[in-house]
């Protein structure tokens, strides 16, 4: 039991709790297996009580008791989270905080291009407030349907327009937090440029709720672009893609907003999986590339130069374009239902790596090296970001081995590899979580792979902040 | 004296310091007067030592010798800041350490659009090294020939492309530091998703060297555009300046680099002192902006087609579209040398405050009015970057008052100026620094308006990492 610093809680701290949210404002975790469940099936999360504060003054008081009383907080979001950063594994002590009520859009500014919600809101109702503007907002990922806010803001999520706009930190603002002692940060003005001390949004996007729980935020909108252009490209390797990035990117300058890499079994992987969809070349390349760009009318123009001067450079060997949206969204089907594609594959190693553009291919090449090394029949599906440097490596049984005898005829194997990934990747000075976080499941990694300067840093900022140490306890630093 | 925690440094200590920097790497402070003068006369800096460390072995060994003997270190860039961060004024106690030999590209990849500089790198010369590689980096500011990279992220500055590609801490994938206790923090690789617990890049950046000392930096690098597109504009109010803005965004979209405001007052100002520049109308309109777009070939017709929109709305009373570089860089000279402009007309405040987009317009009537109803006779010179919500007000005496004579006559004014501005910025939920920073100059204004939940966060960060209090003690937070 890692927070073994917390007993069981008082059942009149509960109690007091469970005044300060109403009747309606808390669950039994018996009636709430949801708040318990690993989307990756792996883990399995507990807790004493679910709390659903419907205000930010709501949080604060369960904070303030939490940390008169010692007791743990678990802030819950969406659920989404790989990483097991919103499942308390270890102990039912802690209390699980999910900010479902709290899921309003409390303000939308056009002069100030801004929308500001609550934590709780679902990042697929951000996009159509957006919408209903006609502005964008630009985070986006396969989960948009489930995810919230607060947990976007809290894990840093990533995402396919990462390329354009950034991680989820570049398109906020403000943001409203209830820090560990209860006292409430409110910096939700829409401001530019406020250089009045530390960062301190930036310090709590991307803690995991281990500094604070951000109950709200100011929210980057972007103009909608009248134009997309959408390109599925066949190349050989990534180090292909790569050239293909850098001469795309020299006709389309920033208005490239994605670069996905998907490897050739990978293709296969999803046809087979899912009946409808079907790779649009005649024959299964190597690799492949869809890049989207959106800007100005003209745009498709642009992409066909482009892609012609690639041809010439000898950087591809086929090339599809969308010619509708119905085509568009053909070809992101590809890439968005890779991940099912995996786990109905059986995949036992999902990774979450990124590296220098620039080490990619080398990075490819390594790690499927250093995996066949541990097991010569594995098949390894390879995607992700590319214009991040962001690749997931998913390690699937061999052809026509189901997943449990794979692992039962080969113990240890998933940490095997799970190792040998983020030893490449420290090897091309790379980041053993790029967009996923810590959570639970990377705590001994991060202490293993951070240099001791990080590591040291990060755990007196934790301690300064939350000195009973409260807030998500055994997340991201034990 | 504010830092009245440390004593007079021991003569056996800086010997010690002396011989790890050898006979070129420091100055006595008698010999180096240039690193006391505030860029508006304003302070008088004081040291015991200038230390001159040529790598950041040498930087780390300083600071290790300084953190064991409770010495203070007054980290020193381009010497440019205007609020004192550099000057330790209160003391001769504190060493100060200058990475003027530090001045090295040390490595550009293309393929990650990078550089990566030392710290004492000038501004300038990382324009000039991108150039050379046909990118560019956009971090741009009037004094680009004399401030450094180091003190550009210490202060995260933020200057006049912010609106399209961020402040300094936008523009920096990885920092090299040396930590309050002497270790150093090498985070230079260039990845562009890093999940691996709190984000101590953007804690470092804008933390004024009070929580370590940036000593190197890889910047992001953009392409270099192939069509600009300059016009400076007449307008009644900066509401329609605003207005200009969101009408120009729906023609030109994100290519908008600079959305800067200067008053009538302010042009005819510029004119007077500078006697080789001409604002470009017939008449002196009340207010101006220059707006400024660079992207793919054909900008020049789409800002043609905007101003035609702008003009159909009556939002624009007068327009001149740059038709060469010369006659951009004489619409650019107007803004440039406005802040020279004030000082030679005798200005004895200038303000550096940021409001929501929104809020501008009232914000300027109100900080206005509140100056007009401490003295009716001052001349008001406001400016800056509209797109950022960032006015600078520069107060002058009455036509024909000198500056000496004026503030002689009203004791207390520069206070009650800077006093009264910040309570309108602070009405409009703005901050009382934008972009220069809180230094030494304005450490009691952040404790007076900033937040409690945010002072008490602050000052746990600074105890945190720097328990000796040794890092540029006095500025930021005393």
């Known amino acids: 039991m890692r927070n073994a610093q917390f007993s069981e809680p008082d059942p009149k701290t ?53 940390a008169a009383n010692s007791i743990g907080i678990v802030p819950y979001s969406g659920g989404t989270g790989v990483v097991a950063g919103q499942l308390a594994i270890d102990s039912d002590n802690a209390i699980v905080v999910s900010l479902e009520r709290m899921n309003k859009v409390r303000h939308f ?7 500001v919600v609550e934590a709780g809101c679902i990042l697929e109702n951000v996009h159509t407030a957006a919408q209903d503007h006609d502005m964008m907002f630009p985070l986006n990922m396969a989960s948009k349907g489930s995810c919230c806010i607060g947990g976007n803001l809290a894990t840093n999520a990533g995402g396919i327009q990462v390329l354009r706009y950034g991680n989820a930190r570049d398109l906020c603002l403000g943001i ?55 390109a599925f490209l066949a190349i050989q390797s990534p180090a292909k893609g790569l050239a293909v990035f850098q001469e795309m990117k020299r006709h389309l300058g920033d208005t490239i907003s994605a670069v996905e890499l998907m490897r050739g079994l990978g293709l296969t992987l999803v046809a087979s999986k899912f009946p409808g969809l079907r790779p649009p070349f005649a024959q299964t390349p190597d690799w492949a590339i869809l890049l ?16 012609g001067a690639c041809f010439d450079k000898d950087l591809l060997t086929d090339a599809v374009v969308a010619q509708s949206q119905s085509q568009r969204d053909s070809l992101w089907a590809l890439r968005e239902n890779t991940p099912a594609a995996n786990r109905m594959a059986g995949a036992f190693c999902n990774s979450d790596t990124s590296v220098p553009l620039s080490r990619i291919d080398d990075f490819v090449k390594d790690t499927l090296q250093a995996i066949f090394d541990i097991h010569p029949d594995v098949q390894i599906n390879s995607y992700g970001h590319l214009g991040d440097g962001n690749i997931h490596h998913n390690v699937l ?35 053993i979580s790029a967009e996923h976080g810590i959570g639970r499941l990377k705590t001994d990694d991060l202490e293993t792979y ?10 007196r900022i934790k301690a300064a902040l939350d000195p009973k140490s409260i807030m998500n306890p055994g997340a991201l630093i034990r």
């Open 14 to 66: 509960l109690d007091a709790i469970k005044r300060v949210l109403g009747p309606a404002g808390w669950k039994a975790p018996q009636d709430a297996s949801r708040y318990f469940e690993d989307p990756r099936g792996r883990f399995r999360g507990q807790a004493s009580l679910i709390a659903l504060p419907a205000s930010t003054a709501q949080v604060a008081e369960i904070v303030r008791l939490c």
């Open 109 to 115: 500014s056009v002069d100030d291009s801004v929308i």
């Open 176 to 230: 409203e937090a209830v820090l560990p002692d209860g006292t409430v940060l409110d910096e939700l003005s829409p401001l530019h440029k406020n250089n009045t001390g530390y960062d301190l949004r930036h310090l709590l996007i991307g803690s995991e709720g281990t500094l604070g729980i951000i109950t709200a935020a100011t929210l980057k909108l972007k103009p909608q672009y009248p134009d997309t252009s959408t």
């Open 292 to 307: 989207e760009a959106s800007g100005a009318l003209g745009l498709g123009d642009r992409m066909q130069e482009a892609l």
């Open 397 to 431: 049984p061999p052809n026509g081995v189901s997943k449990a005898d794979f692992l039962s005829a080969n113990p240890g194997i998933i940490d095997a590899v799970r190792l040998a990934i983020n030893d490449v990747t420290q090897k091309h000075n790379g980041s």
């Open 450 to 459: 951070a240099s001791a300067a990080r590591y040291d840093t990060l755990k």
